[in-house]
């Protein structure tokens, strides 16, 4: 399989869930099969995707890097329970910075309760530190937002507002 990023950037967290039968790991090529859209499924609407359709958006993000996409998987079944993602957008301002963003964080539904969701996030905020992203920023429902406070996470007065135009 082809790993998505390098490994190694997340090997601290990732050895902090290991021997519980589960991995922490970059999304790879061979995760259509394991159950990753299904999951993605329990967070919005993820629509007919084709394994052609998967992979070349996988490699797509690949080749023009940015993107880290952290899976969880359950080795007992072989199948993907968890994810998160970081985006890294590259900026002018903040003296050629990059921002982070967190994105589609899932844990399957009958995992919850095992402190995965903030597990897979601290993974997330220890890459974007670690890729020097001055910030860090997400979107979520109202109902996530102690769970985001917990992990260090600030509403920025004045500046708290989520703006879409959905097409
Ligand atoms: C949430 C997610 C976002 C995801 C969106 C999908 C987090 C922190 N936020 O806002 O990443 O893309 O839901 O919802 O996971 P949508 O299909 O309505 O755009």
């Keep these: 399989a082809i790993n998505l990023f390098n490994p190694d950037l997340i090997a601290r967290v990732a050895n902090q ?24 499924g329990q967070l919005t609407e993820v629509g007919q995707v084709t ?14 890097g940015g993107y ?17 993602t970081l ?7 903040h003296g050629c910075s990059q921002r982070g963003h967190l994105e589609d964080v899932v844990v399957n539904s009958n995992y919850r309760g095992k ?11 220890q890459l974007a530190r670690s890729l020097h ?3 860090l ?18 509403r920025e007065p004045g500046n708290a507002n989520s703006m879409n135009m959905r097409f």
Excluded: W
Aim: hydrophobic share 40%; charged share 30%.
């Design 115 to 125: 402190k995965l969701g903030q597990l897979v996030v601290m993974a997330v905020k």
């Design 51 to 64: 394994k052609d359709q998967f992979l070349n958006r996988f490699h797509g993000m690949r080749t023009s």
């Design 87 to 93: 985006v890294v957008e590259q900026k002018f301002i």
């Design 137 to 154: 920023s997400l979107e979520c429902k109202d109902r996530l937002i102690p769970f985001y406070e917990n992990l260090g996470f600030k």
């Design 133 to 135: 992203c001055y910030k």
């Design 17 to 40: 869930l290991r021997g519980d039968g589960l991995i922490f790991r970059p999304l790879n090529s061979r995760d259509y099969d394991k159950g990753f859209l299904q999951l993605l």
């Design 68 to 84: 880290y996409v952290i899976v969880v998987e359950d080795l007992k079944i072989g199948k993907v329970i968890g994810s998160a």
